[in-house]
């Protein structure tokens, strides 16, 4: 966890916290439960907390971000998410943002002052 006196720990939390939304998006386009998705990001280097992940993907449901299902074929049911249509738009635009962003920050970033 970040230390709140480490400016260096906040501002990295505020980088990340701004990347959760795309990256969640980013992993939904064949539908995934959401402990599936806490390992899926924490293996690609973009650890969630759980408390963090579950109120997200429920808000993004009720945006209509998300669709879901429930698979009861198991012992343990599992909530399956995926993008619904308007959430794969918000994640083709986003991500074109994302790249326009990273293009931009690389080059400032290189530039010398």
């Known amino acids: 966890m ?3 006196d480490d400016p260096y720990a906040n501002q990295i939390l505020e980088l990340r916290r701004g990347t959760i939304v795309l ?3 980013s992993q939904l386009a064949a539908p995934k439960y959401g402990y599936a998705l806490l390992q899926t990001l924490e293996s690609a ?6 408390g963090t992940l579950y109120p997200l993907l429920r808000r993004l449901e009720k945006q209509g971000v998300l669709e879901s299902s429930w698979d009861t074929s198991d012992k343990r049911p ?10 794969t738009a918000l994640y083709e ?3 074109e943002a994302w790249r326009a ?4 920050m690389t ?3 290189h530039k010398e002052n």
């Not at 280097?45 to 759980?50: E, I, Y």
């Not at 599992?78 to 308007?86: F, G, I, P, V």
């Open 45 to 50: 280097g973009l650890p969630v907390d759980a």
């Open 101 to 104: 962003t990273a293009e931009t």
């Open 93 to 95: 635009r986003l991500a």
């Open 23 to 25: 990256a969640i998006l």
């Open 107 to 109: 080059v400032m970033l």
């Open 2 to 4: 970040a230390d709140n």
């Open 78 to 87: 599992r909530k399956y998410y995926r993008l619904s249509q308007e959430g």
